[in-house]
């Protein structure tokens, strides 16, 4: 099956630092990749859409210039938090889509990145 | 807006017994509708989904799902449960963007609980 992977799986980090999460399809070439967040016990939250080759589109209320999406490849999407702070701190997950397949709209995804901001 | 409800927010129940968990969606056009299970510590994994056809799905590990259209439900059930069916079940719906490609939209999930 398509294999999404995420690292780091956990980081802890200063206030006021930048982190980056990376999120790769290994066996599978993604044009879409999807951010969700997960606060704990509750639902995945869609943060943003990131297409290949062109700018991310962001979900209202996500800050563009806080998470900040770069889709370099068709295997490889970035979220950096900028700047974090502590209520940054959560549950980062990438899932995509195989660029072939039936557009069913099935996703794939990847462990998570849990993010600690102290 | 579109949205997923999950009613059962957590569950308990014993081994052997049966298992309905409730899934409903409000968005009116054609959609594409999944269970997703998220073990202990583990990523978010695909259970069943239905896009077409018959609207009763089997997934892996004894899990089915019945989509009825008239109450846009999506109830996922399964007949006997184990222990190792603990875990977070997320219903999810496709929904179409802008751009026309999909993202899902989640539930906010069901603990489910099996007491050996």
Known sequence: GAVVSQHPSWVICKSGTSVKIECRSLDFQATTMFWYRQFPKQSLMLMATSNEGSKATYEQGVEKDKFLINHASLTLSTLTVTSAHPEDSSFYICSARSRYGPNTGELFFGEGSRLTVL | ?116
Not at chain 2, 73 to 90: C, G, I, M
């Open chain 2, 1 to 116: 807006a579109q949205s997923v409800s999950q009613h059962n927010h957590h569950v308990i129940l014993s081994e052997a017994a049966s298992l309905e968990l409730g899934c409903n969606y409000s968005y009116g056009g054609t959609v594409n509708l999944f269970w997703y299970v998220q073990y202990p510590g583990q990523h978010l994994q695909l259970l069943l989904k239905y896009f077409s056809g018959d609207p009763l799905v089997k997934g892996i590990k004894g899990f089915e799902a019945e989509f009825i259209k008239s109450k846009f439900s999506f109830n996922l059930r399964k007949p006997s449960v184990q222990w190792s069916d603990t875990a977070e079940y997320f219903c999810a719906v496709s929904r179409p963007m802008d751009t026309g490609r999909r993202a899902l939209t989640f539930g906010s999930g069901t603990r489910l609980q099996v007491q050996p």
